[in-house]
């Protein structure tokens, strides 16, 4: 059975930084990509941020220059480092694993991000 577990969210004013961190355990078909998903009120999970095995990433362009993904492959382990945060970056943060062979998908519980002052 796939666990992905999460921790770092919470709130922050506008302008500061939290790291999100999630580690897989379990029987994951490798190789699989690692990223996180947000889905605020009222609107569609996006993808923020994903890596892949090798290191290639890839973001969506609101957090470009701010938001920082990172892979631990040893661990399996995923963080994502958030700068310079935005009230529009309000939302429940979710780390997701994909594998390559098969398309299996894996989910976190999700972790509250609050940007507000």
């Known amino acids: 059975q796939v666990q992905l577990v999460e921790s770092g969210g919470g709130l922050v004013q506008p302008g500061g930084s939290l790291r999100l961190s999630c580690a897989a355990s379990?029987?994951?078909?490798?190789?699989?990509?690692m990223g996180w998903y947000r889905q605020a009120p009222g609107k569609q999970r996006e993808l923020v941020a994903a890596?892949?095995?090798?290191?290639?990433?890839n973001y969506v362009d609101s957090v470009k220059g701010r938001f920082t993904i990172a892979r631990d492959n040893a661990k399996n382990t995923v963080s994502l480092q958030m700068n310079s945060l935005k009230p529009e970056d309000t939302a429940v943060y979710y780390c997701?694993?994909?594998?390559?062979?098969?398309?299996?998908?894996?989910w976190g519980q999700g972790t509250q991000v609050t940007v507000s002052s």
């Open positions: 997701n694993v994909f594998t390559t062979a098969g398309g299996y998908e894996y």
């Open positions: 890596v892949t095995v090798g290191g290639s990433t």
């Open positions: 379990g029987s994951i078909f490798r190789p699989f990509r």
